[in-house]
């Protein structure tokens, strides 16, 4: 079982639409990331969130925006995405330093019809 | 900038048998490496790491690595392959030393046969 939690596990989503994707870590850790990962590639970074404020914003489009209401929890929130943004969105999470491991949610499967 | 290569998207091996996952690095400063493995519509698991000391690095599942400078690389090997390791092997290098940003590599899929 993971640690990081990831909710739905599963979504389907016109491109007109409003969504959501959640991520829970109960492990105190401090760094919370966004990564993307298309089919058969590896996962790229979107986002990271370190002690609760914006870090990293690897030049995402607006229409993915993400949120940390507190040091457990992290949104990322859709709007009008296309297509080609199908693909499985994986929350991580680390104690803050450089050095330590990342741990990894399950992820969402995105797909934008 | 930090980055790695992976030798093979595809390697196969019989049940039994001895695998090499081959990961070569490019680093401007002593590079911090990690082998993560993916099971089918799973998030990624941590194998092992290298950060700094003994260049042998011993994980998870029977897993081990070792960090050969002079190479410039970190190999991921298992003596005897099971079922179970069927799976796709990502070799990463942290890429910020503010964060625990990791490059990938592009993943090599184990493929087990019994």
């Known amino acids: 079982d993971t640690e990081v939690t990831q909710t739905p596990k599963h979504l389907v989503m016109g491109m007109t639409n409003k969504k959501s994707l959640k991520c829970e870590q109960h492990?105190?850790?401090?760094?919370m990331y966004w990564y993307k990962q298309k089919a058969k590639k590896p996962p790229e970074l979107m986002f990271v969130y370190s002690y609760e404020k914006l870090s990293i914003n690897e030049s995402v489009p607006s229409r993915f925006s993400p949120e940390c209401p507190n040091s457990s929890l992290l949104n990322l929130h859709l709007h009008a995405l296309q297509p080609e943004d199908s693909a499985l969105y994986l929350c991580?999470?680390?104690?803050?330093?450089?050095?330590?491991?990342?741990?990894f949610g399950n992820g969402t499967r995105l797909t934008v019809t | 900038a930090q980055s790695v290569t992976q030798l093979g998207s595809h390697v196969s091996v019989s049940e039994g048998a001895l695998v090499l996952l081959r990961c070569n690095y490019s680093s401007s400063v002593p590079p911090y490496l990690f082998w993560y493995v993916q099971y089918p519509n799973q998030g990624l698991q941590l194998l092992l790491k290298y950060t700094t000391g003994a260049t042998l690095v011993k994980g998870i599942n029977g897993f081990e690595a070792e960090f050969k400078k002079s190479e410039t690389s970190f190999h991921l090997t298992k003596p005897s392959a099971h079922m179970s390791d069927a799976a796709e092997y990502f070799c990463a290098v942290r890429t910020n030393s503010g964060y625990s940003t990791l490059t990938f590599g592009k993943g090599t899929m184990l493929l087990v046969s019994p």
């Open positions: 991580a999470s680390s104690q803050g330093q450089g050095l330590s491991p990342l741990h």
């Open positions: 492990m105190g850790h401090r760094a």
